[in-house]
Nanobody
Framework: QVQLVEFGGGLVQAGGSLRLSCVASGRTFSSYAMGWFRQALGKEREFVAAISWSGGKSTYYADSVKGRFTISRDNAKNTVYLQMNSLKPEDTAVYYC????????????????WGQGTQVTVSS
């Protein structure tokens, strides 16, 4: 069982930056691939970024955030990060982190554990 808690959401102006953190419980964090998803009001939840298990050498991004967002992990701290730069109003959403055993994927249904989400609001 893994419990995930996200931190770092807030209100930021367009063009600004935020860094989200997701802290996981348990001693086997490095064995989980991690992903970030987001859900805007009235829309379905969508994939944002994912990182492979262990050293996190492989990453994958949605086209909408590629070049602006960076996912990384620190296994010693049981934490995965999402650095968000050049934020746009359309990035406004609740951001969720998720964990799964196995390869990193963009499919929401393949993730086993989810955090409660953190709100990110980008003003124009």
């Amino acid at each position: 069982q893994v419990q995930l808690v996200e931190f770092g959401g807030g209100l930021v102006q367009a063009g600004g930056s935020l860094r989200l953190s997701c802290v996981a419980s348990g001693r086997t964090f490095s064995s989980y691939a991690m992903g970030w998803f987001r859900q805007a009001l009235g829309k379905e939840r969508e994939f944002v970024a994912a990182i492979s298990w262990s050293g996190g050498k492989s990453t994958y991004y949605a086209d909408s955030v590629k070049g602006r967002f960076t996912i990384s992990r620190d296994n010693a701290k049981n934490t995965v990060y999402l650095q968000m730069n050049s934020l746009k109003p359309e990035d406004t959403a609740v951001y969720y982190c998720a964990a799964r055993v196995g390869d990193y994927v963009s499919f929401e249904a393949w993730y086993d554990y989810w955090g409660q989400g953190t709100q990110v609001t980008v003003s124009s």
